[in-house]
């Protein structure tokens, strides 16, 4: 009986001692830093064309042992929330101007990391081919977002269909339109609406990947702007204390590679312009 209960003694320490290397092998393996680098990178982008750009990219960084997770949205508002709270590393859908004014109007700690291409916005019709044609009290669908609302007003006043105070720029809003001779009324609308509101308005403001991931035609745009305006072209954004990421910086050096920027060109043509 006392042999018995010491080889017991005995092996209840040997399976101790197992368990307890397994712990302390689990908790350096944790620790060691290398470890981090296992993990997906996270890109978040929005959809479309833009998504199908991101993909392709994607899977050339996977080719050279790069995980790549790409993290579709369909908003142009939770993409920097993940970003500002660590879910994803890095995304890709904004320009300047929308970055600008979402980190002055939230605070976010983001940082522009290189800019890859522009996607110009339109004003398109299903009821009128020119300008002159638009009647008067016409309805008008913008962008709902400061930036790109704006944006849609300066191509009506490219157009002469409205006049806008002098230097408001980015920060432009209805009301800052000081003449207005056809009386046009404005619907302000989330960027992947617009497309769909086509039918119900007069003109439209589109950005081309929507109207392209709607199965619209770019080119019956009445006007268009962004093309190879690098003031449009769309970021790379990165937490500010991630700005210089190694991993990070590798994914992009992928994406601006010669291989993505023919697949560009040969599949969306002039429609994105790449600035790189």
């Given at each position: 009986m006392i042999l018995s209960l010491t080889r017991y003694r005995t092996i209840s320490r040997r399976s101790f001692g197992t368990l307890l290397a397994g712990i302390v092998g689990l908790m350096l393996l944790a620790s060691d830093p290398s470890t981090a680098l296992a993990k997906p990178l996270k890109v978040g982008t929005s959809g479309g064309p833009v998504a199908d750009i991101m993909n392709?990219?994607?899977?050339?960084?996977?080719?050279?042992?790069?995980?790549?997770?790409?993290?579709?949205?369909?908003?142009?508002?939770?993409?920097?929330?993940?970003?500002?709270?660590?879910?994803?590393?890095?995304?890709?859908?904004?320009?300047?101007?929308?970055?600008?004014?979402?980190?002055?109007?939230?605070?976010?700690?983001?940082?522009?990391?290189?800019?890859?291409?522009?996607?110009?916005?339109?004003?398109?019709?299903?009821?009128?081919?020119?300008?002159?044609?638009?009647?008067?009290?016409?309805?008008?669908?913008?962008a709902n977002d400061p930036v790109n609302g704006a944006r849609g007003l300066q191509l009506l006043q490219k157009a002469g269909l409205i006049s806008l105070k002098p230097g408001v720029g980015d920060a432009a809003t209805v009301l800052d339109i000081v003449s207005n001779t056809k009386n046009l009324r404005f619907r302000e609308l989330e960027a992947a609406q617009l497309p769909r509101a086509l039918d119900d308005v007069t003109l439209g403001q589109v950005s081309i990947s929507y109207l392209l991931l709607s199965g619209g035609n770019p080119d019956k745009a009445l006007i268009a702007d962004g093309f190879g305006d690098a003031h449009y072209a769309l970021q790379f954004v990165a937490r500010a204390d991630r700005?210089?990421?190694?991993?990070i910086a590798k994914f992009i050096a992928i994406y601006r590679s010669p291989e993505v920027k023919d697949y560009i060109a040969q599949k969306y043509g002039k429609f994105f312009v790449p600035v790189w």
């Open positions: 392709f990219a994607a899977e050339r960084a996977r080719q050279q042992g790069l995980d790549v997770q790409v993290v579709e949205f369909s908003d142009w508002v939770t993409p920097n929330e993940a970003l500002a709270n660590g879910d994803i590393d890095t995304n890709l859908f904004q320009h300047l101007p929308f970055l600008n004014a979402a980190i002055k109007g939230r605070g976010y700690k983001l940082a522009p990391i290189a800019p890859t291409y522009v996607m110009p916005v339109g004003l398109f019709s299903n009821k009128v081919t020119s300008f002159d044609q638009v009647p008067d009290n016409a309805v008008v669908a913008i700005k210089d990421d190694p991993e």
